[in-house]
């Protein structure tokens, strides 16, 4: 216990500010908080400023930002792409109650890009674009019921809070989930309408979706199981959702808000595997909030305003393809060229290899998850299949190299996922892979 103490002591030793600004947050937000995947105990460092890969807290630490606001910032913070964008764009207005060539240009990069996409709408955020692929998809079919995965995450609307970071003690068996809520205060009847299936158990999962085949609208899945822990789907998996789906006249929806960044054309083009409908964020809005859906012409088609009788499915929001983000967006993805990407996975591929070989001098078992620039952390010797694998971890030594990695100066997701932006590049790695020794070192050591 007593490294526990040390690296707890050692934080709140040198984050009292932040403390402060905390116990103020908590008179006005619940919990100090308005995004609980951004909080940890015993509480967060409260940002000052950020450049590049940099992010420096309100007592002055500088920190390695191996995160990037939850794998958003492929470029670092405040690249000069984006901000030449926004500075030009503040003296011509922010948001109009009409539309911007600004967000035809972002949607042709998109529908060049991602293979699923004939078409595309914007939205504010992931939640919403999972949202909309899941009514356009009950719209087309006529059916309600969904199918996902256990652990998997899709954003915070009723009808995907369900089996994301479940207790598997309580869940039912690993080969046949149960449906459980994520939180209180879901819909009467949400449960009933999700299909829960374990990732990776390709044989199980078929039986589980062959069960319930005629009642179902759609399946969504990550490919890349994300903030959970950056669990790449195996080839197998996909392609038989892909067949399934096909076969039984069920939409298949790629959630790729995270899994985007893994490659140009995200995971669809890295597995050859195109789904009808994806749903996208973060990435693509270069750090303003952002959303978008798109598919197949027939279904996006569904939206079409005018089309007689207006659109079959309604789709608004205030800010959907404002200007600001419709300019940040393209201005990142006009960086992100092929041979950008092979750098990122370059980097992330020695970043992954330099950890393993920690793991391996200090002899704890260590896997590296993830694809291109995405990575995750695990410490067990256990084969990684789905989503109890990674419950099965240990989640206060996770917590106690997370904490000590905030004290050697390093940000990573709390739960230890990771994603290397532009701006890292060979001597921030070491930098990371030198804390990261002397946080393990501190935790084996016999006095703790
Ligand atoms: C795979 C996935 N889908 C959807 C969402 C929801 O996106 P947002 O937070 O923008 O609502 C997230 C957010 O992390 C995500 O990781």
Redesign the pocket.
């Given at each position: 216990m007593a490294d526990t103490i040390s690296e707890l002591d050692k934080y709140l030793e040198s984050t009292t500010k932040s403390k402060a600004l905390w116990e103020d947050a908590k008179n006005y937000l619940p919990g100090g908080d308005s995004r609980n995947?951004i909080f940890w105990a015993p509480y967060p460092i409260f940002v000052d400023r950020a450049q590049g890969c940099h992010v420096v807290d309100s007592d002055g630490t500088d920190r390695l930002d191996f995160i990037g606001t939850?794998t958003t910032l492929i470029l670092g913070h405040s690249p000069k792409s984006v901000v030449d964008v926004i500075e030009q764009q503040m003296d011509k207005g922010m948001v109009y109650n009409a539309p911007s060539a600004h967000q035809t240009r972002l949607a042709k990069l998109l529908c060049d890009r991602i293979p699923s996409f004939d078409l595309v709408r914007f939205t504010n955020?992931?939640?919403?674009?999972?949202l909309n692929t899941i009514r356009a998809a009950r719209a087309v079919t006529g059916k309600s019921k969904i199918a996902k995965v256990e652990g998997g995450?899709?954003?915070?609307h009723d009808q995907v809070s369900v089996s994301v970071r479940t207790n598997p003690a309580k869940s039912g068996e690993r080969t046949r989930p149960d449906s459980m809520p994520a939180t209180e205060g879901l819909g009467e009847g949400t449960l009933d309408q999700v299909i829960v299936v374990p990732f990776n158990e390709t044989a199980i999962a078929k039986q589980r979706l062959e069960e319930n085949k005629d009642d179902l609208a759609a399946v969504i899945i990550?490919p890349m199981l994300?903030?959970v822990g950056m669990l790449p789907a195996t080839s197998e998996f996909l392609t038989m959702l892909r067949e399934f789906t096909t076969d039984n006249g069920i939409i298949l929806i790629f959630?790729e808000?995270?899994?985007y960044r893994a490659a140009m054309g995200g995971c669809q083009e890295y597995y050859g595997i195109t789904p009808d409908m994806t749903?996208l964020?973060?990435i693509i809005g270069g750090g303003f909030s952002i959303?978008a859906f798109g598919g197949t012409k027939s279904i996006m088609d569904l939206y079409d305003p005018s089309q007689t009788g207006g659109p079959r499915v309604a789709h608004a929001g205030t800010f959907n393809a404002n200007p600001m983000t419709m300019l940040a967006g393209a201005a990142t993805l006009d960086e992100l060229t092929p041979e950008v990407y092979q750098k990122l996975e370059k980097m992330t591929d020695y970043l992954r290899s330099e950890i393993l070989k920690v793991g391996a001098e200090l002899e704890v078992p260590i896997q590296v998850t993830g694809l291109g620039s995405l990575f995750g952390i695990h410490f067990t010797s256990e084969e990684l299949v789905g989503y109890r694998d990674i419950a099965a971890e240990d989640s206060a030594f996770r917590h106690k190299v997370f904490l000590g990695l905030l004290n050697e100066g390093i940000l990573m997701a709390s739960n230890l996922v990771g994603a290397v932006s532009t701006e890292i590049g060979k001597t921030e790695i070491d930098t990371f892979t030198a804390a990261l020794r002397r946080v393990l070192e501190r935790a084996l050591a016999p006095s703790s």
């Amino acid at each position: 216990m007593a490294d526990t103490i040390s690296e707890l002591d050692k934080y709140l030793e040198s984050t009292t500010k932040s403390k402060a600004l905390w116990e103020d947050a908590k008179n006005y937000l619940p919990g100090g908080d308005s995004r609980n995947s951004i909080f940890w105990a015993p509480y967060p460092i409260f940002v000052d400023r950020a450049q590049g890969c940099h992010v420096v807290d309100s007592d002055g630490t500088d920190r390695l930002d191996f995160i990037g606001t939850m794998t958003t910032l492929i470029l670092g913070h405040s690249p000069k792409s984006v901000v030449d964008v926004i500075e030009q764009q503040m003296d011509k207005g922010m948001v109009y109650n009409a539309p911007s060539a600004h967000q035809t240009r972002l949607a042709k990069l998109l529908c060049d890009r991602i293979p699923s996409f004939d078409l595309v709408r914007f939205t504010n955020s992931g939640t919403e674009a999972t949202l909309n692929t899941i009514r356009a998809a009950r719209a087309v079919t006529g059916k309600s019921k969904i199918a996902k995965v256990e652990g998997g995450y899709h954003g915070s609307h009723d009808q995907v809070s369900v089996s994301v970071r479940t207790n598997p003690a309580k869940s039912g068996e690993r080969t046949r989930p149960d449906s459980m809520p994520a939180t209180e205060g879901l819909g009467e009847g949400t449960l009933d309408q999700v299909i829960v299936v374990p990732f990776n158990e390709t044989a199980i999962a078929k039986q589980r979706l062959e069960e319930n085949k005629d009642d179902l609208a759609a399946v969504i899945i990550e490919p890349m199981l994300g903030s959970v822990g950056m669990l790449p789907a195996t080839s197998e998996f996909l392609t038989m959702l892909r067949e399934f789906t096909t076969d039984n006249g069920i939409i298949l929806i790629f959630d790729e808000v995270i899994s985007y960044r893994a490659a140009m054309g995200g995971c669809q083009e890295y597995y050859g595997i195109t789904p009808d409908m994806t749903s996208l964020g973060k990435i693509i809005g270069g750090g303003f909030s952002i959303g978008a859906f798109g598919g197949t012409k027939s279904i996006m088609d569904l939206y079409d305003p005018s089309q007689t009788g207006g659109p079959r499915v309604a789709h608004a929001g205030t800010f959907n393809a404002n200007p600001m983000t419709m300019l940040a967006g393209a201005a990142t993805l006009d960086e992100l060229t092929p041979e950008v990407y092979q750098k990122l996975e370059k980097m992330t591929d020695y970043l992954r290899s330099e950890i393993l070989k920690v793991g391996a001098e200090l002899e704890v078992p260590i896997q590296v998850t993830g694809l291109g620039s995405l990575f995750g952390i695990h410490f067990t010797s256990e084969e990684l299949v789905g989503y109890r694998d990674i419950a099965a971890e240990d989640s206060a030594f996770r917590h106690k190299v997370f904490l000590g990695l905030l004290n050697e100066g390093i940000l990573m997701a709390s739960n230890l996922v990771g994603a290397v932006s532009t701006e890292i590049g060979k001597t921030e790695i070491d930098t990371f892979t030198a804390a990261l020794r002397r946080v393990l070192e501190r935790a084996l050591a016999p006095s703790s």
